[in-house]
């Protein structure tokens, strides 16, 4: 039940753009996107919710295919601030909400 | 400096002993959670509290018990752990639910190891 992300780990330069995917196996209600830093802890990035509303707190964007059951995160022109491991997480029927496995991000400069 | 937090940062115990890790937030949230993050794992819910009701327990181990006396606090007891229950233990809040809309702020973590 939990989601599926990829990459499971990418290397970017400074100024380069990444997407990072997760998919469910079941349909979406919201995907909820975090960062953690190493020795951190998770940070709130963004919520999408089924019908298309957002919420987040940074400039980074997100999509959310209920179709497809799945959501992509964009980071573009990264920063040497974005590296980090991302989670997203999935709300699926009954409130049962899971996290995916992550994805490390290094951004290099 | 984080609306949750979370005390002791480290913690090693020996498996005959007991102990508590506390989580405090400072949010007005009315759900808290407690986590387990293993490394190559995605992070485990253990236990959900709403309006200091435990409205989950995900089959955790009965070695793990949880208290929630009010809104605020939230406590996670430990006794007779064994090594593969070493982990960074995670708590969150939230304005209430488990997920929808409301997003999870999560405090540092402990770090436990079981020798």
């Known amino acids: 039940q939990q989601p599926v992300q990829s990459p499971q780990a990418v290397i970017l330069r400074e100024g380069e753009d990444a997407v990072i995917n997760c998919s469910s196996s079941?349909?979406?209600?919201?995907v909820h996107w975090y960062r953690q830093k190493h020795g951190e802890a998770p940070v709130f990035l963004m919520i999408?919710?089924?019908?298309?509303e957002q919420k987040g707190h940074e400039k980074i964007s997100a999509s959310f295919n209920e179709k497809k059951q799945q959501s992509s995160l964009y980071l573009t022109a990264s920063q040497l601030s974005y590296s980090g491991t991302y989670f997203c997480g999935t709300e699926t029927s009954g409130n049962q909400f899971y996290f995916g496995t992550g994805t490390s991000l290094t951004v290099i400069p | 400096e984080t609306g949750v937090t979370q005390t002791p940062r480290h913690l090693v115990m020996g498996m005959t002993n007991k102990k508590s890790l506390k989580c405090e937030q400072h949010?007005?949230?009315?759900?808290m959670y407690w986590y387990k993050q293993s490394a190559k794992k995605p992070l485990e819910l253990m236990f959900v509290y709403n309006f200091k009701e435990q409205t989950e327990n995900n089959s955790v181990p009965s070695r793990f018990s949880p208290e929630c006396p009010n809104s605020s606090h939230l406590f996670l007891h430990l006794h007779t752990l064994q090594p593969e229950d070493s982990a960074l233990y995670l708590c969150?809040?939230?304005?209430?639910?488990?997920?929808?809309?409301?997003?999870?702020?999560f405090g540092n973590g402990t770090r436990l190891t079981v020798t």
């Open positions: 999408l919710l089924k019908g298309g």
């Open positions: 079941k349909a979406l209600y919201s």
């Open positions: 969150a809040s939230s304005q209430g639910g488990t997920g929808g809309d409301s997003p999870l702020h």
């Open positions: 949010l007005g949230h009315n759900a």
